[in-house]
């Protein structure tokens, strides 16, 4: 999960404040109240510990890393563009007809292709 505050913000100091406020004990009691938090003392305070949704994100915390697109300039472009677009193609009527396997496999290689290049 990240936050981070649009270039074009009419508010940049308010918005820094925010989520400044948000990254506290207290914001992310009422984060949590709409939202997941990884912060596990605002997770028992809101006895969310055994919950089977919550219990598997917040298990999961210790592992999280940076994300794909942060490592690589090029993620947009060899990843998430054709996911989007093989995930389209899924939700078309047509969709119902694909081998999402074979397609998931071929996204797959491409994508390692294009990222092998592209450094």
């Known amino acids: ?9 009419q508010h940049p100091d308010e918005a820094w ?8 004990e207290p914001g992310q009691r009422v984060f949590a ?6 912060d596990k003392g605002t997770a028992a305070q809101l006895q969310k510990e055994q919950d089977p949704y919550w219990s598997v994100f917040l298990a999961e915390v210790p592992h999280q890393d940076r994300l794909d697109d942060m490592t690589t300039p ?9 996911a989007s677009q093989l995930l389209g ?4 009527e047509s969709g119902a007809n694909l081998d999402i396997k074979a397609e998931l496999d071929k ?13």
Request: charged share 20%.
């Open 74 to 82: 090029f993620y947009t472009t060899c990843v998430d563009i054709p």
């Open 107 to 119: 996204l797959v290689a491409q994508a390692d292709k294009c990222l092998a290049e592209s450094e």
């Open 89 to 92: 193609k899924l939700l078309q």
């Open 17 to 24: 404040e925010l989520l400044k406020w948000l990254t506290t």
């Open 1 to 9: 999960m990240g936050w981070g505050i649009n270039a074009k913000s």
């Open 33 to 38: 109240l709409k939202a997941l938090t990884g």
